[in-house]
């Protein structure tokens, strides 16, 4: 597969992987911009946008948006998280400049009608309801809220019912003019032709925009990364199962630790065959599921441990990890436990590359936060690196409980839970 890059006046950056006629196109833009960059009285309006963005165009209306996708036998998506604002569509190769057409149209052109943004505030109120049923979701916000205290990481995603209540149409342009400017879009595309071939779609369709303006945004917000006081949240709901999330500190995505801390948090666990998972689950029977994993941003990271059990079993279950993280600090990690880890590693990264939608998303990441895109033998390369001191160096940083934040949902267990984590 071949890999172009190319920057245009405006500041826009396009990434293109070359690959094989009969495999599907996808069209990935990429926003760098999430809730992290919200304030609290206009939370949640990144995903407002995102929402806002498929209800229709100068030429189009909601309905021809999902009809023309369907007609070109192309699917087309968005979602947004702390950090990213992102819209893409897949389909046939030979439909490639239709799909470009449409995606480019709404990605620029559409209205935000008033009365289309009273309607998607209501959707989003139901959005906002589902997850709140959710009491894994609930559990995850809550960790936010308690680890990252003070910072506009600590806010949901979607934003509060009462913080999209001050959202209009002015105030979604506004953020608009501020955000979706050239320098802070990458346009990542997967597709079967050359590469000039690309850039004149891609210049036609879409870098036309910006004819004539070379905007920038704001410097990025470099005060987000915080060392979390120790603090636990606890939520009651009437559920049958209790959900436990609770995390340490970690570097940001740019440490040069950053594939240890994939191989730890997989030792750990990450896998069936995780200390967690066997200690657990199949030694102990106290969860149906356990996880380890490390979350990282520009600005900072957590290590976080999740996992679902009744409510007589969560303070025993944490209890018992806190146990496993002081046996691997004092016990070490063994070579085959590392090996296996990298196995599995590359085994995810190969198979990843084999989907276009995973390439087009990657590919636009790494352009957002290296300027460049590693490659698959730069990244294997990188596991093959990492030692076991490295692991122990890594876990002796992160497993630090003296800034250990935490949430539990439950109906009836509360924070005592985390009582040998105090």
Same mark, same amino acid.
């Not at 599907?24 to 304030?39: L, M, Q, R």
């Given at each position: 597969?071949?890999?172009?890059?190319?920057?245009?006046?405006?500041?826009?950056?396009?990434?293109?992987?070359?690959?094989?006629?009969?495999?599907?196109?996808?069209?990935?833009?990429?926003?760098?911009?999430?809730?992290?960059?919200?304030?609290?009285?206009?939370?949640?309006?990144?995903?407002?946008?995102?929402?806002?963005?498929?209800?229709?165009?100068?030429?189009?209306?909601?309905?021809?948006?999902?009809?023309?996708?369907?007609?070109?036998?192309?699917?087309?998506?968005?979602?947004?998280?702390?950090?990213?604002?992102?819209?893409?569509?897949?389909?046939?190769?030979?439909?490639?400049?239709?799909?470009?057409?449409?995606?480019?149209?709404?990605?620029?052109?559409?209205?935000?009608?008033?009365?289309?943004?009273?309607?998607?505030?209501?959707?989003?109120?139901?959005?906002?309801?589902?997850?709140?049923?959710?009491?894994?979701?609930?559990?995850?916000?809550?960790?936010?809220?308690?680890?990252?205290?003070?910072?506009?990481?600590?806010?949901?995603?979607?934003?509060?019912?009462?913080?999209?209540?001050?959202?209009?149409?002015?105030?979604?342009?506004?953020? +608009? #003019? !501020?955000?979706?400017?050239?320098? =802070?879009?990458? %346009?990542?595309? /997967?597709?079967?032709?050359? @590469?000039?071939? $690309? &850039?004149?779609?891609?210049?036609?369709?879409?870098?036309?925009?910006?004819?004539? +303006? #070379? !905007?920038?945004?704001?410097?990025? =917000?470099?005060? %987000?990364?915080? /060392?979390?006081?120790?603090? @636990?949240?606890? $939520? &009651?709901?009437?559920?049958?199962?209790?959900?436990?999330?609770?995390?340490?500190?970690?570097?940001?995505?740019?440490?040069?630790?950053?594939m240890a801390y994939q191989l730890l948090s997989f030792i750990?666990?990450?896998?069936?065959?995780?200390?967690?998972?066997?200690?657990?689950?199949?030694?102990?029977?106290?969860?149906?599921?356990?996880?380890?994993?490390?979350?990282?941003?520009?600005?900072?990271?957590?290590?976080?441990?999740?996992?679902?059990?009744?409510?007589?079993?969560?303070?025993?279950?944490?209890?018992?990890?806190?146990?496993?993280?002081?046996?691997?600090?004092?016990e070490g990690i063994k070579t085959e436990e590392l090996e296996?880890?990298?196995?599995?590693?590359?085994?995810?990264?190969?198979?990843?590359?084999?989907?276009?939608?995973?390439?087009?998303?990657?590919?636009?990441?790494?352009?957002?936060?290296?300027?460049?895109?590693?490659?698959?033998?730069?990244?294997?390369?990188?596991?093959?690196?990492?030692?076991?001191?490295?692991?122990?160096?890594?876990?002796?940083?992160?497993?630090?409980?003296?800034?250990?934040?935490?949430?539990?949902?439950?109906?009836?267990?509360?924070?005592?839970?985390?009582?040998?984590?105090?």
């Open positions: 597969m071949k890999l172009f890059n190319h920057i245009f006046s405006s500041g826009l950056r396009l990434v293109y992987r070359q690959i094989d006629n009969d495999r599907p196109a996808t069209i990935f833009f990429a926003v760098d911009t999430g809730s992290v960059n919200e304030e609290e009285d206009n939370n949640g309006i990144s995903h407002f946008i995102e929402h806002l963005t498929f209800k229709g165009t100068k030429k189009r209306s909601a309905k021809d948006i999902t009809r023309n996708f369907e007609e070109i036998g192309a699917r087309a998506n968005a979602y947004t998280s702390l950090d990213r604002t992102c819209f893409y569509a897949s389909g046939l190769n030979e439909k490639f400049e239709d799909c470009l057409e449409i995606l480019s149209d709404i990605f620029f052109s559409s209205t935000y009608k008033e009365e289309e943004i009273e309607k998607e505030r209501r959707v989003i109120f139901e959005e906002i309801d589902m997850y709140d049923d959710n009491p894994e979701s609930v559990a995850s916000d809550k960790f936010y809220e308690a680890f990252y205290a003070g910072s506009s990481a600590s806010r949901p995603v979607l934003g509060t019912k009462e913080s999209l209540k001050n959202i209009n149409r002015q105030k979604v342009l506004e953020y +608009i #003019k !501020l955000r979706y400017v050239p320098n =802070n879009i990458v %346009l990542s595309i /997967v597709a079967g032709f050359s @590469f000039s071939k $690309v &850039k004149k779609l891609v210049e036609k369709y879409v870098e036309s925009h910006f004819k004539g +303006i #070379k !905007l920038e945004v704001e410097e990025k =917000n470099k005060s %987000l990364a915080v /060392v979390p006081d120790k603090k @636990f949240i606890s $939520v &009651k709901k009437d559920i049958a199962q209790t959900q436990v999330v609770f995390g340490f500190p970690a570097d940001n995505i740019y440490t040069k630790d950053y750990f666990g990450g896998g069936m065959g995780s200390r967690l998972f066997s200690k657990i689950r199949d030694d102990e029977g106290l969860v149906y599921t356990i996880s380890c994993l490390p979350e990282m941003f520009e600005w900072g990271g957590h290590l976080l441990i999740y996992f679902g059990s009744n409510d007589k079993n969560a303070k025993k279950a944490v209890d018992l990890i806190k146990q496993e993280i002081v046996n691997l600090l004092e296996r880890a990298k196995v599995f590693c590359k085994s995810l990264i190969v198979s990843s590359n084999e989907k276009g939608e995973s390439l087009a998303r990657v590919a636009a990441q790494n352009i957002i936060l290296f300027n460049k895109v590693l490659s698959i033998e730069e990244r294997l390369e990188e596991i093959d690196r990492v030692t076991v001191d490295d692991l122990m160096r890594v876990a002796s940083k992160v497993f630090n409980f003296s800034n250990v934040c935490g949430s539990i949902v439950s109906k009836s267990a509360g924070e005592e839970v985390f009582e040998s984590l105090q």
